[in-house]
């Protein structure tokens, strides 16, 4: 049975997932399968991918073309009745980008998380004060609106509460960059009270936080991203750019992000030198 906090969009993902495996043990092709349904080749390949939400009639079918027996048909449709229901991020799905609230979908059901930030704190330990000042900052190159303003910062703190403060959180490791302790967004008193708050949240015994020093050696040049772990689905890399955002799910590209990131983590401060760091970051935002 999926927990409470199972993700409609890990189901969906999932879901597919078996699918593709149960044709693929009947050695049939897409197009095979198909023919033999009476349906498009898009069809198969776009419910297999999640891009399409099958409907009760469909998984029928298809369990009496790949022979499953009762027991699997029932964890299907078990599936399949997960997989339609609504997400909480789905409340704000008018005012954020489709691929983030796909993310958004993922993380619910993420049993770790892996986050390398070098601009900017993440937005899972950001204060409501300082994430409206980042949005602010790109508001007019994304042209969001005041309500749109208003509606991600909303979200972004409703995103912390689900994933940092639920029952059974995630585990979520964080290496940020020294400079994203440096560069201001809003006044003074903005960035000493987001100091503050990444100091308490990183004390959190789920939350782990390593600042990388502008002098320390930086093994590898990427822009931000966030690795995802679950416990019965494959890792995936997210990376968010200006207009659109990514996935990798490559398992040898993963690989490599977590390698990367490793790397980063093994050059940067250990937790409490990064306290510490922070801490001398925050007094001086007090002048």
Known sequence: MPSKQGSPTVRRLRLGQELRLL???????????ANELGWSPSKISRIEAAKTMPVADDIQAMGTLYR??????????????????????EDYEDTLPGEY??????????????NWEPQVVPGLLQTEDYAREVILATRGIARITHSGVRSRVEARLDRQRRVLHRADPSRLTVVLEESALMRRFGEPSVM?????HLLEVSLL???????????????VNTGAFIHLKFAAFDDVVYLEQLYTADFV???????????????????ALDEDESRVLIQRKAMLWQR
Do not use: C, N
């Open 192 to 196: 000493r009270a987001q100091m503050e």
């Open 205 to 219: 015994p789920h939350v782990s936080v390593q600042v990388l020093t502008l002098d320390a050696l930086h093994p």
């Open 68 to 89: 499953i027996d009762s027991d699997k048909l029932d964890e299907l449709f078990g599936l399949l009745r997960d997989a339609d229901q609504r997400g909480w991020w």
């Open 23 to 33: 044709r693929e043990r009947r050695q049939l092709t897409g197009a095979k399968a």
């Open 249 to 267: 799910e490559d398992l040898e590209r993963v690989a490599g992000y977590e390698t990367a990131y490793d790397h980063m983590r093994s050059e």
């Open 101 to 114: 609230t796909r993310f958004l979908g993922l993380e619910a059901e993420a049993t770790f998380q892996r």
